[in-house]
C-alpha cells in the first residue's frame, strides 16, 4: 500500500487533510491552525512531494520526517503535520480494520466526560450582554441537561478598562452566578483566554477559590511558557494551559517551569495523534491530568476521543 496523493481543502476556518492511497483507502485529518488556514495549506502540499510514494503505515517516520525537513518550527509547520499525522492514522485503524484508540494500547474507560462552553446571554435577554443572571439560568440548563462540567468566560464586559478592585468585584459576581446555577455537583471552568497579565491573574485567582473551580484556564498570553508554568506556581486555582502550544518540548518546558495541573493539546496543533501521545505520557510522568482540547469540528472530535480513552 502506498500513499497516491493528498489532498488540502480549505473551508470556512477549517482545513481538512485527506490522504489517498492507491488501494482505495482515505484517511482524514485536520489543523487547528485556523488563523493561518492559507500558510498549513501551503505546508501540507509541500509535504505531499514527500509523501506520494511512501508506506502511509510508517507514521512515526514520516511525523519525524515532516516535522524536520526544514530548520522552522512554529504553529503553521505544527498544525500541518497534525493534520497529516490524522489522517495516517485513520488510514492505519481501517487498514488494520481496528479503532485507532486499540492500536494506541487500548481503552481505560467506557466514557468520554464532556465540558460546556457556554455564554452568559440568554435569548429572551440578549440586550443585556453577559449577565450574572443570564450566567446562573444558563448554568442551571446545563445541570439539568446532565453536563457534568461547564465553562465561560467569566470576565465582565468591558474588563480591559476596570480599575483592579471592580474587575474582581464584577467576575466574582459572574462566578458565584455560575456555582449557584450549576450546583455543587457540576464542576465549573474558568476560561480566561489569555486575557490577563500575570500581576492581574494572581490577584483574581484569590477570590475565586471558593467557588472551587475545576481549572483556571489560560489565564495569561503564550508569550512566555516560563510565565505560565509560574503562574501555576503561585496560584491556589488548579491552572490548565496549552491549546496553543505545538510540540512535546514546549509542553516540557511549561512543566519544569512549574507546571499546569491540568494540559491542554489541541491534537489539530500539538502533532496529532503521534505528538499528543507522546504529551500525554510527558504529562502523566508529573501527575497533570489530560483534557484535550478541540472545537473546530467533528474531524478533530473523532482524533480527540481516541486519545482521551487512551489517558487516564
Given at each position: 500500500?502506498?500513499?497516491e496523493?493528498?489532498?488540502?481543502?480549505?473551508?470556512?476556518?477549517?482545513?481538512?487533510?485527506?490522504?489517498?492511497?492507491?488501494?482505495?483507502?482515505?484517511?482524514?485529518?485536520?489543523?487547528?491552525?485556523?488563523?493561518?488556514?492559507?500558510?498549513?495549506?501551503?505546508?501540507?502540499?509541500?509535504?505531499?512531494?514527500?509523501?506520494?510514494?511512501?508506506?502511509?503505515?510508517?507514521?512515526?517516520?514520516?511525523?519525524?520526517?515532516?516535522?524536520?525537513?526544514?530548520?522552522?518550527?512554529?504553529?503553521?509547520?505544527?498544525?500541518?503535520?497534525?493534520?497529516?499525522?490524522?489522517?495516517?492514522?485513520?488510514i492505519?485503524?481501517?487498514?488494520?480494520?481496528?479503532?485507532?484508540?486499540?492500536?494506541?494500547?487500548?481503552?481505560?474507560?467506557?466514557?468520554?466526560?464532556?465540558?460546556?462552553?457556554?455564554?452568559?446571554?440568554?435569548?429572551?435577554?440578549?440586550?443585556?450582554?453577559?449577565?450574572?443572571?443570564?450566567?446562573?439560568?444558563?448554568?442551571?440548563?446545563?445541570?439539568?441537561?446532565?453536563?457534568?462540567?461547564?465553562?465561560?468566560?467569566?470576565?465582565?464586559?468591558?474588563?480591559?478598562?476596570?480599575?483592579?478592585?471592580?474587575?474582581?468585584?464584577?467576575?466574582?459576581?459572574?462566578?458565584?452566578?455560575?456555582?449557584?446555577?450549576?450546583?455543587?455537583?457540576?464542576?465549573?471552568?474558568?476560561?480566561?483566554?489569555?486575557?490577563l497579565?500575570?500581576?492581574?491573574?494572581?490577584?483574581?485567582?484569590?477570590?475565586?477559590?471558593?467557588f472551587?473551580?475545576?481549572?483556571?484556564?489560560?489565564?495569561?498570553?503564550?508569550?512566555?511558557?516560563?510565565?505560565?508554568?509560574?503562574?501555576?506556581?503561585?496560584?491556589?486555582?488548579?491552572?490548565?494551559?496549552?491549546?496553543?502550544?505545538?510540540?512535546?518540548?514546549?509542553?516540557?518546558?511549561?512543566?519544569e517551569?512549574?507546571?499546569?495541573?491540568?494540559?491542554?493539546?489541541?491534537?489539530?496543533l500539538?502533532?496529532?495523534?503521534?505528538?499528543?501521545?507522546?504529551?500525554?505520557?510527558?504529562?502523566?510522568?508529573?501527575?497533570?491530568?489530560?483534557?484535550?482540547?478541540?472545537?473546530?469540528?467533528?474531524?478533530?472530535?473523532?482524533?480527540?476521543?481516541?486519545?482521551?480513552?487512551?489517558?487516564?
Amino acid at each position: 500500500m502506498k500513499i497516491e496523493r493528498v489532498e488540502s481543502i480549505l473551508a470556512g476556518n477549517s482545513q481538512i487533510v485527506r490522504v489517498i492511497t492507491d488501494n482505495g483507502l482515505i484517511g482524514v485529518g485536520q489543523s487547528a491552525c485556523w488563523g493561518y488556514l492559507e500558510a498549513t495549506d501551503a505546508v501540507v502540499k509541500k509535504f505531499a512531494d514527500y509523501l506520494v510514494g511512501k508506506d502511509p503505515l510508517d507514521i512515526e517516520h514520516h511525523w519525524q520526517y515532516m516535522y524536520r525537513m526544514g530548520p522552522f518550527r512554529g504553529s503553521v509547520i505544527s498544525g500541518a503535520v497534525s493534520a497529516v499525522d490524522i489522517a495516517l492514522w485513520d488510514i492505519k485503524g481501517k487498514a488494520l480494520e481496528a479503532p485507532v484508540w486499540q492500536l494506541l494500547g487500548g481503552k481505560v474507560r467506557d466514557k468520554i466526560r464532556l465540558h460546556l462552553l457556554m455564554g452568559g446571554i440568554r435569548p429572551d435577554a440578549a440586550d443585556q450582554g453577559t449577565t450574572p443572571e443570564g450566567i446562573r439560568l444558563n448554568s442551571r440548563d446545563a445541570a439539568e441537561e446532565g453536563y457534568t462540567a461547564i465553562k465561560i468566560d467569566p470576565l465582565p464586559d468591558g474588563f480591559q478598562s476596570m480599575t483592579l478592585p471592580r474587575l474582581i468585584h464584577d467576575t466574582r459576581e459572574n462566578v458565584a452566578a455560575m456555582r449557584e446555577g450549576a450546583g455543587l455537583d457540576v464542576d465549573i471552568i474558568l476560561e480566561i483566554h489569555r486575557k490577563l497579565t500575570p500581576m492581574n491573574a494572581i490577584a483574581l485567582a484569590e477570590h475565586l477559590i471558593e467557588f472551587s473551580p475545576l481549572f483556571y484556564e489560560d489565564p495569561i498570553q503564550i508569550d512566555s511558557v516560563k510565565s505560565q508554568g509560574e503562574i501555576a506556581k503561585l496560584t491556589k486555582l488548579p491552572v490548565a494551559n496549552g491549546e496553543r502550544m505545538h510540540s512535546i518540548w514546549e509542553f516540557r518546558e511549561l512543566f519544569e517551569a512549574g507546571g499546569s495541573q491540568y494540559v491542554r493539546p489541541d491534537l489539530g496543533l500539538g502533532g496529532g495523534v503521534t505528538g499528543v501521545k507522546k504529551i500525554a505520557g510527558l504529562a502523566e510522568s508529573y501527575h497533570s491530568a489530560l483534557v484535550t482540547h478541540n472545537f473546530l469540528g467533528p474531524v478533530l472530535t473523532a482524533a480527540a476521543c481516541n486519545i482521551d480513552p487512551f489517558h487516564s
